[in-house]
T-cell receptor, first 118, second 110 residues
Framework: ETGVTQTPRHLVMGMTNKKSLKCEQH?????MYWYKQSAKKPLELMFV???????ENNSVPSRFSPECPNSSHLFLHLHTLQPEDSALYLC?????????????????FGSGTRLTVV | DAKTTQPNSMESNEEEPVHLPCNHS???????IHWYRQLPSQGPEYVIH?????VNNRMASLAIAEDRKSSTLILHRATLRDAAVYYC???????????WGLGTSLAVNP
């Protein structure tokens, strides 16, 4: 158990579907993140929330819509996706936004949602 | 943003030590060196981090060169469960995000 739980673990959706990914953490962390991991590519940061406020949106298409209703939950709403959006979507949390320092142990990731768009 | 260079893949035998290298020749004085690993079908997990001095924890050791332009993650006795992709990342702090590379894929032979 990593402390960050993502559901579902696997999702297959058609290009016209609407679905949502869920992330939950009970670590008391104040920042949450969505990452995309495509095959043979580095992790790409998509969205960042700090204390439920979105602080970063890295040029992500509008077919991805994040929501952070409270500091423990993060959603990624998906609609009219393309096959190239198929990837592993990872949620992470950290005590502080973009943590650093010798006593700061970085990010806790969930196991991800493997998304396939058909 | 300073970047790191790692070998694409490495191989080790079970119960032998593994030394995973990382070059970061453009590191700045305030960059922390972080290591994460990603097991199959999992998200990345924190392994260890340091600034200048060598660091040890229950998972691994981190050896940092005196000029800080390279570092080595040391797994003292590799097990099959250590087979993963290992990422070396520079953390500049100051509200700056991590820059991820492709890491080193470590295979452990029984």
């Amino acid at each position: 158990e990593t402390g960050v739980t993502q559901t579902p673990r696997h999702l297959v959706m058609g290009m016209t579907n609407k679905k949502s990914l869920k992330c939950e953490q009970h670590l008391g962390h104040n920042a949450m993140y969505w990452y995309k991991q495509s095959a043979k590519k580095p992790l790409e940061l998509m969205f960042v929330y700090s204390l439920e406020e979105r602080v970063e949106n890295n040029s992500v298409p509008s077919r991805f819509s994040p929501e952070c209703p409270n500091s423990s939950h993060l959603f990624l709403h998906l609609h009219t996706l393309q096959p190239e959006d198929s990837a592993l979507y990872l949620c992470a949390s950290s005590q502080d936004l973009f943590p650093a320092g010798i006593n700061n142990y970085g990010y806790t990731f969930g196991s991800g949602t493997r998304l396939t768009v058909v | 943003d300073a970047k790191t260079t790692q070998p694409n893949s490495m191989e080790s035998n079970e119960e032998e030590p593994v030394h995973l290298p990382c070059n970061h020749s453009t590191i700045s004085g305030t960059d922390y060196i972080h290591w994460y690993r990603q097991l199959p079908s999992q998200g990345p997990e924190y392994v260890i981090h340091g600034l200048t001095s060598n660091v040890n924890n229950r998972m691994a050791s981190l050896a940092i060169a005196e000029d800080r332009k390279s570092s080595t993650l040391i797994l003292h006795r590799a097990t099959l469960r250590d087979a993963a992709v290992y990422y070396c990342i520079l953390n500049a702090g100051n509200n700056r995000k991590l820059i991820w590379g492709l890491g080193t894929s470590l295979a452990v032979n029984p």
